[in-house]
């Protein structure tokens, strides 16, 4: 009985093996499970599906931007019949798409070299050609579909700053949000730029997630506008790029200054800064030297409220007064080129007395005006002494042919003058006395400065480099606002020089000057003004001028002279420039250069005249002789 009940389990074994798993090859000894497809991706029905099917591209921190067209099947399959024949991707009721077909493990791989279409749906197919290690063949085809969507392209959604905002900090990092996570990769220093005008601004660029950041290298400009631009060759992760290049605009903070003068005390500003952003809120304390005693404020502040709070909202020029406590004040007049006589003359003066100052010129000179502690053209002149008094009485020499001589003001005593600095190496000789304003003395280089124990001036290491003092805006009172005026006065007269419009001569060999003779008189250029080395020759009388407007540049050329004739003097010429003043190497130059910029002497040249520059005045083993 046993053995006829093994016999039929045997039998029935036999028939199930011999009906297997179908193959090709008909083989009748196939075993194990038949091969199927038992997971696949996208799953069958799957909507929105990614469509970019390109090479797999994995970044950090990201999901592959490769969407892969997959079949696992059960068991290990024959890799020679996962092919392109077996495996095949196909538009629903279209043609099949170009791809290749990779197998690796239990897993087949579809991968199409472009994107699919939009909104598109798709039938992917695994077909009976597809056998297992035995032989064994998929019992029928695997069909499943799957559909995209629209591709949604990212946006920028946010600005920081926004467009068009004003008063923007000068040292803000810029940022742009977008409508979904960025790939770093494609925001750069090329993608996300900023502009200041036609000239990029330098600077790092970084992305975390949507937001990125644009991180200025150096502070920003005041009161300048910026365009900030994120190009379309930004992408997301799935490289889809902007719609559009993005620009916004914006306006940083407008900076400025306040200038004090004081004389007879000191001003103390909290917060202490050369400049302000706009708005900000600074308090002045005045404090009166031993002997007086603060009065008021006047200039661009008024009252005697003290300390006094002042709104930084323009540039400020406030003057601090004082007034001494006592009861006789000197009255100290200086006079050149004529005299001065005083009604009372005395030594001192009660507080409150009336002197009338009467100027008389010297033959050839003309009186023009007073300087000091009291700025007027009348004469003769009342003063109350109600403090000491230091008043400069102005003489012009006599008209002669020309223009007529500029007045510098208290910018005459100076054979360099300078906003930005003074520079020089080699052995230079300057004769006359120097300064700079609003720049500290740091801003001298080159002289080995050595200051006076009055802390009012210092003087220069050897001598023989000046022979006159060194001024800068922060030594001790009064060469603050002294100094200031003069730079004011410097400022001034370069404005009247370049705005004489009587006679002028436009436009003289076209710029060049080189073998010209010239005689008294305004000439102007729009170009710049070149000197050869075969110089210029300027003839006229001791009283005669010359005013050269030069509407860009001055380059007076190696070894070039300005040579004077018929007892022309280098005082009376003045040679205007809006930007850069060079002077070669070995010139004689003769004259006074008021520059709108900079300017430069070169090695072995002298300069008689003044060098009077609203930048910087640089000097390579120069020679410059106050005329």
């Not at 389990?9 to 194990?32: E, H, Q, R, W």
């Not at 992917?124 to 579909?145: C, E, F, H, P, S």
């Not at 150096?218 to 190009?231: D, E, I, R």
């Not at 007395?353 to 700025?375: E, I, K, Q, R």
Request: glycine letters at 10%; hydrophobic letters at 40%; aromatic letters at 6%.
């Amino acid at each position: 009985m046993k053995i006829r009940k093994l016999l039929s389990t045997l039998a029935i074994v036999s028939v199930v093996l011999f009906v297997g798993c179908k193959n090709d090859d008909y083989v009748s000894v196939n075993v194990g499970p038949c091969p199927l497809v038992i997971s696949v991706t996208p799953v069958n029905g799957a909507t929105l599906v990614g469509r970019s099917l390109g090479s797999s591209i994995i970044a950090s921190n990201q999901a592959a931007r490769t969407t892969l067209v997959t079949a696992t099947f059960n068991k290990k399959m024959d890799p020679k019949t996962i092919n392109e024949s077996s495996f095949m991707v196909k538009v629903t009721g279209g043609s099949a798409i170009v791809g290749t077909v990779t197998y690796t493990d239990s897993t087949a791989t579809f991968t199409a070299p472009a994107k699919f279409a939009d909104n598109t749906t798709f039938e992917a197919r695994v077909t009976t050609a597809a056998k297992d290690k035995m032989g064994n063949a998929l019992q029928a085809d695997y069909v499943w579909t799957f559909s995209t969507g629209a591709t949604i392209l990212p946006v920028v959604i946010a600005t920081d700053p926004l467009n068009l905002a004003t008063g923007v900090a000068l040292n803000k990092v810029i940022t742009a949000t977008f409508s979904m996570p960025m790939d770093p990769t494609t925001i750069t220093a090329t993608t996300f730029t900023l502009m200041n005008g036609t000239s990029p601004v330098s600077g790092t660029v970084s992305t975390v997630g949507a937001v990125a950041t644009f991180t200025p290298g150096v502070a920003l400009s005041p009161a300048t506008v910026y365009t900030a631009k994120m190009s379309m060759a930004a992408m997301n992760l799935d490289g889809s790029t902007i719609a559009k290049d993005t620009t916004w605009k914006f306006t940083t903070l407008s900076v400025y200054s306040i200038n004090i003068t004081s004389v007879n005390g000191v001003v103390v500003k909290n917060p202490n800064a050369l400049t302000y952003n706009s708005g900000t809120n600074v308090q002045l304390t005045a404090t009166a030297n031993v002997g007086y005693t603060f009065s008021s404020w006047s200039g661009d502040a008024t009252g005697t409220t003290n300390p006094l709070t002042v709104n930084v909202n323009a540039n400020k020029n406030i003057t601090a007064n004082f007034t001494s406590n006592a009861s006789n004040f000197t009255l100290n007049v200086t006079a050149v080129g004529g005299s001065v006589s005083r009604n009372p003359n005395q030594l001192t003066y009660p507080n409150g007395t009336n002197v009338v100052l009467t100027p008389t010129a010297n033959a050839g000179y003309t009186f023009t005006s007073w300087s000091g502690d009291v700025t007027s053209t009348v004469s003769p002149l009342t003063v109350n002494m109600n403090s000491n008094k230091n008043i400069t009485a102005n003489f012009t020499a006599a008209t002669g042919t020309g223009p007529g001589n500029i007045n510098l003001g208290g910018a005459a005593i100076y054979t360099i003058l300078s906003k930005s600095g003074i520079s020089t190496i080699g052995v230079t000789s300057i004769t006359g006395n120097i300064g700079v304003s609003p720049a500290t003395a740091t801003a001298i280089t080159g002289f080995g400065l050595i200051m006076d124990p009055s802390n009012v001036f210092s003087k220069s290491s050897p001598s023989t480099l000046v022979s006159g003092n060194v001024y800068a805006a922060d030594y001790a009172v009064p060469t603050p606002a002294n100094i200031s005026t003069a730079v004011i006065d410097m400022q001034t007269a370069f404005t009247t020089a370049n705005g004489l419009t009587t006679s002028v001569i436009t436009e003289l060999g076209a710029g060049d000057i080189t073998g010209m003779t010239l005689v008294p008189g305004l000439y102007k250029w729009s170009t710049g003004l070149l000197i050869s080395a075969s110089g210029v020759t300027l003839t006229g009388g001791p009283n005669d001028t010359w005013v050269f407007q030069i509407g860009q540049g001055m380059t007076v050329a190696n070894g070039a002279i300005i040579h004077l004739a018929g007892g022309a003097q280098a005082k009376n010429i003045y040679w205007i420039t809006a930007s850069d003043a060079v002077i070669g190497s070995t010139v004689n130059f003769s004259g006074n250069i008021l520059s709108y910029t900079k300017i430069t002497v070169n090695t072995g040249s002298t300069v008689t005249g003044r060098l009077l520059g609203q930048t910087a005045v640089t000097l390579n083993a120069a020679t410059v002789v106050l005329p």
